[in-house]
């Protein structure tokens, strides 16, 4: 065992070094220690306060890898491109060495090809007798908002190659009164909401 997991639990040592930026995490160090199926019946007082805090929790978490995103870049991006340069390379992996550590330094090499132009060199290969799809891959698309502007004539056409699947749901609290809240017992019966 570390040191950190003789002193207790992860969420005892996270909540432990996130209350001075968060505030008290009472109630997400109890949950933790629960099922989900537990912390379900909550009152929904307390479930709003765990939504809330561990949104907190996330955006702390978000903010401080950023932050050592940016230092790490700081720190080593003039070392790691040079080690790369040496190599006769713009991306990939290199490790250097600070004080007996092996960092490593990896940068992706990200492609975006111009939709347009491919658009016009396939019409090319096309027109020389030739299969485009032999050299390149096509993913065509529909704007919803478009879609749902057509007129039945077109949009019929359209309907059996449209899926609709439903995303990650996400659970929200807003105070009563506060704007953009709304009456759940009014919106359960109003009809037609997709």
């Known amino acids: 065992m570390n040191a950190l997991t003789t002193q207790g639990t992860t969420a005892d040592i996270a909540a432990m070094h996130l209350q001075p930026v968060l505030g008290p995490l009472g109630i997400l ?26 949104d907190a929790v996330q955006e702390f978490a978000k903010a401080v890898r950023e932050f050592a995103e ?41 492609v975006d090809w111009d939709q347009d132009q491919l ?27 478009k879609f749902q502007a057509w007129p039945p004539v077109l949009s019929v056409q359209f309907e059996s190659a449209r899926t609709v699947r439903p995303g990650k749901t996400t659970y929200r609290f807003e105070r009563r009164g506060a704007p953009g809240a709304s009456n759940p017992v009014q919106n359960a019966g109003q009809k037609g909401a997709h």
């Not at 629960?34 to 479930?47: C, D, G, I, N």
């Not at 016009?120 to 908002?145: C, F, H, N, R, W």
Request: charged share 25%; proline share 3%; with cysteine.
């Open 29 to 54: 160090q109890q949950v933790l220690q629960t099922t989900p199926q537990e912390a379900a019946k909550l009152p929904v007082t307390l479930y709003a306060e765990l939504l809330r805090q561990s």
């Open 70 to 110: 940016a230092s790490s870049e700081l720190r080593y991006a003039e070392v790691a491109q040079h080690a790369r340069s040496i190599e006769g390379r713009d991306f990939g992996v290199v490790r250097i060495e600070d004080a007996g550590h092996t960092v490593v330094c990896e940068t992706r090499k990200i």
């Open 119 to 145: 658009k016009q060199l396939a019409a090319k290969i096309t027109a020389a007798g030739d299969d485009p799809y032999l050299y390149m891959e096509a993913s065509l698309k529909v704007q919803e908002s």
